[in-house]
């Protein structure tokens, strides 16, 4: 049992980001009203905005790596979205439309930089026109701002090296370095009092029967929140903002592991220096709904680089980066899962064509052409790569929209869990934290 005065985070990494007001000694408090599990941006978001809620709860962050937001929130194609594809009514539809004006008043408030450059979704073929068409209608119903039809002759005013019959402009869509603004969320967090630890790895949450040494107000703190090297920390309630493991954070507070995460990972090329010109803005094709992932596309970022993809293939390893990156335990789970084994089957031919395109750039280059025939082969690089938590039922459908989950018994009961939070979470994360929150709130009575 641990000593009363012996320092809880011996051994552990107190963060404190650049910039920071604040610096924490390795005799920080083990117990706290809330724990936010988790790093991204969106545990970083909420971790924020319930701090600001309620400044005299105590709250702490966990994150296991050694820094924050350095898997989805750092491996993204880095664009703040409008809100055009998404289902009207749905969360994302919601969230994403209010999530990118929060954005772009939080990065205006904070001086962030930003881009707004745009984007285009472009028919190159006559019979996509009417999916555009019907893309159009629903971005109107989703209120997506200054949304237009253009023409092939508006098209080369927007893009002059694109090539296409008719296209969406969506000007309000802009461009941005996600984790830059993740890390802003996590100062945010520790100059309002908050405790980010990081390298610590939550393996285990349970009910504790006694209350830590030195503590006289009982079982105020009934869920400890434990390492795989013992370390403990109690608290009153947990929110879980998982990403890549949030089915198995669920599964270790006794909550439902389903839907399941089968991570999924992006390749992208780059253009040559010598070729940004090329690109402008954002260039999307109309997507296909006969196939599972969006396609691929062009992506100006904001250190001036331009990214064309990703693909779409099945990593075999959650934080599988490389082509090579391999996780016994996350391939087996990911084969021996009914919804995955249905999926591959019913889009056979599009996931191995997904795998020859990662394989033979050349391949890639071919469809990019189709917007940008000057492109050639030798005008790319490979370049770097996502993993996308993809969530998946039993059925072999993709859970498409936003999921969040309480359990049941005496731990479930005190954990809310973002299951599922695709793309756009990064454009949403200001939104998703004020509903984070008030589900929070509304749940533990905080």
Sequence with gaps: ??????????????????????????????????????????????????????????????????????????????????????????????????????????????GLPY??????????????????????????????????????????EREPYCRGLMALDSPYTGIVDWRLVSLAYGKDFQEAGGTVVTEYEASDMAMVKESPAGITDGMKYPIAIRDSKGTEV????????????????????????????????????????????????????????????????????MDGSVWLGPNAVL?????????????????????????????????????VGEMYRGVFIGAQVKILKKFIPELSLSDVLRGPAGVRAQALDRDGNLVDDFVFDVGVGDVGSRVLHVRNAPSPAATSSLAIAEMVADEVERRFSL
């Design 1 to 110: 049992e641990r000593a009363q005065n012996a320092p809880l985070w011996a051994g552990k990494k107190l963060f404190s980001l650049p910039g920071s007001k604040t610096s924490w000694s390795v005799t920080g408090h083990m117990t706290y009203d809330v724990a936010v599990v988790g790093g991204g941006i969106v545990g970083l978001a909420s971790a924020r905005e319930l701090i600001l809620r309620h400044p005299t709860l105590s709250f702490i962050l966990l994150e296991k790596e050694k820094d924050l937001a350095i898997h989805q929130s750092g491996h993204n194609s880095g664009v703040i979205h409008s809100g055009i594809y998404y289902t009207p009514g749905s969360l994302k539809a919601r969230l994403c439309g209010k999530g990118a004006t929060m954005a772009y008043e939080y990065l205006d408030k904070k």
């Design 115 to 156: 881009k707004r450059c745009g984007k285009l979704i472009v028919a190159v073929e006559r019979e996509e026109i009417p999916r555009l068409k019907a893309l159009y209608e629903r971005g109107q119903k989703n209120n997506v701002r200054d949304l237009t039809m253009i023409d092939a002759k508006g098209i080369r």
């Design 234 to 301: 109690r608290c009153r309630y947990v929110l879980t903002c998982g990403g890549l493991y949030s089915d198995r954070l669920a599964q270790i507070s006794g909550c439902s592991p389903d839907p399941r995460i089968i991570p999924f990972r992006g390749d992208y090329l780059v253009l040559k220096p010598e070729k940004h010109y090329l690109v402008r803005g954002n260039i999307y094709p109309v997507p296909d709904p006969r196939f599972p992932f969006l396609g691929v596309h062009f992506t100006p970022r």
């Design 315 to 351: 990593a075999f390893k959650r934080e599988g980066y490389k082509l090579y990156d391999f996780d016994a335990r996350d391939f087996g789970d990911a084969l021996s899962f009914r919804g995955l084994q249905k999926l591959v089957m019913n889009n056979l031919v599009y996931g």
